[in-house]
């Protein structure tokens, strides 16, 4: 329904001020962020727009591309080409047969090079196809900074990224839900050599228990990149995306960077659900009014400083029958210091059919 028209209701929510101390990080990587995840917000910089090797951070990407094109049930035989791959294996056999899904775990986990392979050339067909397709993703993110030569992240002077961009790639794959599920898995058991055998995969990521609220997601070393790590950790309701590039003391700089980052950042309810109820008046229907309501919560992390949330009830000032329940009929506008900052669909609670009339409009005027 059209808002061209509408009745705009004002109401004062809340204001929150916090007084924040200097929050000291001390940094060991050569290139460094840290992101609120919902908004992409850099919170900490350093040196976060140099092209820098990745290593094997690059599976996240791999690991994206292959859950967006392929099933997870798919059943992939392993060929020649996805055997004996340099660095991290789970030493795959030629002939055995994992399912997609295993082959992910394996990556994602175990950092598996000869995974990363089976995967490419199961999904693109051939790796360089594949590594297309990683490219071809980063455009679509809007990365300006990063370029894929593999699936795995083995040293290439055309392979590089930047703390910013890995970021970004970290955020959007984190908001899907396998990939999510995955990284935040410590330990997984998958098949070796058809049933042969049980292959334990370890998790990489310590930050799974060494940090509190930790999620995932991603490890990586080469001696040209140095240490490599992407981590997402949430806390009360705030998420934040950590990058280290070239980081001796990776561990450290994750939990000081996100120490920080919680200590900048508050997650706030707009409205629960059903916390808007507006009667609105109808013309030409069976009922006269009808209740409407928002059906969901709404929640927003914002940074503690200076808080100021208003909201505008924005709602025709009268509805046209016939109006079925579940309509959109209005909206709740939220501001934080006069900055849109969420919006809440209202609902029609209940129906209102149009009236059918016996006689003519001329008719009922003279009767």
């Not at 049930?73 to 004996?84: A, D, H, M, R």
């Not at 090079?113 to 360089?128: K, L, M, P």
């Not at 609220?213 to 950790?233: D, E, M, P, Q």
């Not at 079925?324 to 209202?346: C, E, H, M, P, W």
Request: glycine share 6%; hydrophobic share 40%.
């Amino acid at each position: 329904m059209s808002l061209t028209s509408k009745f705009i209701c004002s109401v004062f929510l809340a204001s929150f001020i916090f007084c924040t101390s200097a929050y000291a990080v001390d940094v060991s990587a050569k290139s460094a962020v840290l992101i609120e995840a919902d908004s992409g917000d850099a919170v900490y910089e350093k040196n976060a727009d140099i092209r820098m090797p990745m290593a094997s951070t690059t599976k996240i990407m791999t690991a994206i591309v292959a859950i967006e094109n392929c099933p997870l049930e798919k059943e992939v035989k392993i060929t020649k080409e996805s055997v004996g791959i340099e660095g991290s294996s789970i030493y795959l056999h030629e002939g055995e047969t994992l399912t997609m899904e295993q082959l992910l775990y394996a990556l994602l986990l175990s950092s598996a090079n000869d995974a990363s392979v089976a995967i490419a050339n199961e999904v693109g067909g051939d790796v360089d196809t594949f590594v297309g397709m990683m490219n071809e993703k980063a455009k679509e993110l809007g990365l300006c900074d990063t370029h894929f030569d593999n699936p795995h992240g083995l040293d290439s002077e055309s392979h590089y990224t930047t703390s910013k961009d890995l970021a970004k790639i970290a955020a959007y794959a984190m908001k899907n839900p396998i990939f999510a599920d995955i990284v935040s898995t410590y330990k997984k058991a998958i098949p070796l050599n058809d049933g042969e055998g049980t292959r334990v995969l370890v998790n990489h990521n310590k930050l799974l228990r060494l940090y509190d609220g930790a999620v995932g997601i991603k490890t990586g070393f080469t001696k040209k990149s140095g240490r490599c790590l992407v981590s997402c950790a949430e806390v009360d309701g705030v998420r934040m995306i950590c990058v280290t590039l070239n980081a001796p003391n990776d561990w450290s700089d994750h939990r000081n960077m996100l120490d920080y980052g919680f200590s900048q950042y508050e997650n706030i309810s707009l409205a629960e659900a059903g916390s808007y109820t507006l009667s609105l008046d109808v013309i030409n229907g069976t009922k006269k009014k009808i209740l409407c309501s928002n059906y969901y919560p709404v929640s927003v992390t914002l940074k503690k400083d200076g808080i100021d949330i208003t909201a505008s009830v924005e709602v025709n000032r009268f509805l046209c029958a016939p109006i079925s329940q579940n309509d959109v009929v209005g909206q709740i506008v939220f501001y934080n210091n006069g900055q849109k900052i969420a919006t809440a669909d209202l609902y029609a609670l209940e129906k209102a059919d149009n009236i059918t009339y016996k006689k003519s409009l001329f008719e009922r005027i003279f009767s």
